[in-house]
C-alpha cells in the first residue's frame, strides 16, 4: 500500500477533524462579519457607499454558502467524536485491539490520548506504511505519534529511529510508537535514555481499559517519559 501524500489540509478539512465548535465558531463568525457588513452598508458617506458595492447579493449568498459548509464539518466533526469514543468504549482486549484496521486503530489511540488530557491533531500524513499520524499537545509538551497496526512482527529500531528523527521537524519534546505487538531489543535500546515512548499491545489494551473505565484523570496523567517503555 503506497503512503497517503503528504499535503497541507485545508481550514475546512481541518475544522470537520477538530473539535466540533471549531466549525461552528468559524461559520457563526463569518454570519456575524455578513450581518455587520450589511448593516454598514446601509450607512451615508464613503464607507456605506465602499460596503455596499461588496456588499452585493452573490457575495452574501457565498458568505451564507462558506458559514454552511462550516456548520456541516461541525457535524462531521461531532459524529466522528462520538465514533471515536464508541470505538474506545467497546475495545476488551488485545485480540479485540488486532480486529481493528489501521484507521480504525489510528482513531483509538486518538481518543486514548485525548482522554489523557492530550489536545490531538490527526495528521493525515501517516497511513498503513508509516509517518506521524498523531501530533499531541499538553502544557508545554508536543509528542509525535505514530501508530503501528501490524499483526504479526515486531516492531524494529528503523521505525524508531525515523520518529526520533522527525522530532526537530515538528519541534516535538517527545515520541511515541504504538503498536499492537512488541518492540525488537535493538529497538528498545535505541529509545533508552530518549524522549520516546514504545508503547506495547498489551500496555496499550490496559491503556485503554483504564481510561474506558475513567480511570486515569488528565491531571494525573504523566508525560512521555524519555526511553520509556510500556510493556
Not at 39 to 61: E, H, M, Y
Not at 142 to 149: A, D, P, R, T, W
Not at 166 to 192: E, P, Q, S, Y
Request: glycine share 10%; proline share 3%.
Amino acid at each position: 500500500m503506497s503512503r497517503r501524500k503528504k499535503n497541507r489540509p485545508g481550514l475546512l478539512t481541518l475544522a470537520s477533524r477538530g473539535p466540533w465548535w471549531v466549525g461552528a465558531s468559524i461559520a457563526t463568525a463569518i454570519l456575524a462579519v455578513e450581518a455587520l457588513a450589511a448593516t454598514a452598508s446601509r450607512r451615508t458617506g464613503p464607507l456605506g457607499a465602499a460596503l455596499a458595492v461588496v456588499q452585493s447579493k452573490p457575495v452574501a449568498l457565498l458568505a451564507i454558502a462558506v458559514a454552511l459548509l462550516f456548520f456541516g464539518a461541525a457535524v462531521v466533526a461531532a459524529l466522528r467524536g462520538r465514533e471515536r469514543a464508541n470505538l474506545l468504549d467497546v475495545q476488551r482486549d488485545l485480540n479485540s485491539l488486532k480486529a481493528l484496521d489501521w484507521r480504525q486503530f489510528e482513531r483509538l489511540v486518538a481518543e486514548a490520548y485525548r482522554r489523557l488530557g492530550y489536545r490531538v491533531r490527526v495528521t493525515g500524513q501517516g497511513g498503513a506504511d508509516g509517518g506521524v499520524d498523531l501530533i499531541l499537545t499538553r502544557g508545554t509538551e508536543k509528542v509525535i505519534v505514530q501508530c503501528k497496526q501490524w499483526q504479526s512482527t515486531s516492531i524494529g529500531a528503523s521505525v524508531v529511529r525515523e520518529m526520533f528523527g522527525l522530532m526537530a521537524h515538528h519541534k516535538a519534546t517527545a515520541v511515541a510508537i504504538v503498536c499492537t505487538g512488541k518492540f525488537t531489543r535493538d529497538a528498545a535500546t535505541f529509545a533508552a535514555g530518549k524522549p520516546i515512548e514504545l508503547v506495547t499491545g498489551n500496555a496499550l489494551a490496559e491503556l485503554v481499559e483504564s481510561v474506558r473505565r475513567g480511570g486515569v484523570s488528565p491531571a494525573r496523567a504523566r508525560p512521555v517519559a524519555a526511553g520509556s517503555r510500556r510493556a
